[in-house]
């Protein structure tokens, strides 16, 4: 009796490891479909088919510009984050209108490594871009001024609002002309796609 007892306590052991094996294999298998279905940026509704996606894409320049303390900075002070660069300005209506919305992409996504660069092409700086942000409680977002537009011209900016999105490899993967829905499902799918994608190895 006991040694039936033992034989089949070690083949219900035997069948839970192979139900185990099983299972994991399933789950391989389905972590590879995923994969391969994620292997597209999603681009959807009016959001996609406002962004023009760039193959291959294209380093960002070295271009500096200023932040809240006017100290200068590039993009590369933010390599290894995915960083969406929004050129705008306070007199630009379609700019403001789209700006609560930048504002609550940041603070939802941030945690991830996610930054918004909005640089301002407001003449007079930090005097003007200061009180705008207090007035809408832009409190996600950094400041950042190009009041000479030295860097938009780096850039190729032809008109007001323009967004790129930069990889955390430091590459400009796409880019969007005109305001958007940037707290939009949509808009938040593509953010996470390259949210998502590995940290590049440190180049030292």
């Known amino acids: 009796m006991q040694k039936n007892i033992a034989i089949g306590v070690r083949f219900r052991r035997l069948a839970a490891a192979l139900l185990g094996v099983a299972v994991f294999a399933t789950g391989i298998a389905t972590g590879f479909s995923t994969a391969a279905q994620n292997s597209e940026p999603p681009l959807a509704g009016d959001f996609g088919g406002n962004f023009t996606l760039f193959e291959p894409p294209i380093p960002a320049p070295p271009t500096a510009f ?93 008109g007001l609002p323009t967004s790129l999105l930069v990889d955390r490899r430091n590459r400009i993967i796409g880019i969007l002309q005109g305001p958007a829905e940037w707290d939009s499902p949509e808009a938040k799918a593509l953010m996470q796609f390259y949210l998502d994608q590995p940290m590049p190895a440190s180049s030292g």
């Open 66 to 158: 200023s932040d809240a303390s006017e100290g200068r900075t590039t993009l590369r002070d933010f390599k290894g984050e995915v960083v969406l660069v929004n050129f705008w300005a306070t007199w630009c209506a379609p700019c403001v209108a789209e700006m609560p919305a930048l504002n609550r992409l940041q603070a939802e996504l941030a945690p991830q490594g996610f930054r918004i660069v909005a640089i301002s092409q407001d003449r007079r700086g930090l005097d003007i871009v200061k009180p705008f942000y207090e007035k809408l409680d832009l409190d996600a977002m950094g400041i950042y001024l190009d009041p000479k537009g030295t860097a938009s011209r780096q850039f190729e900016v032809r």
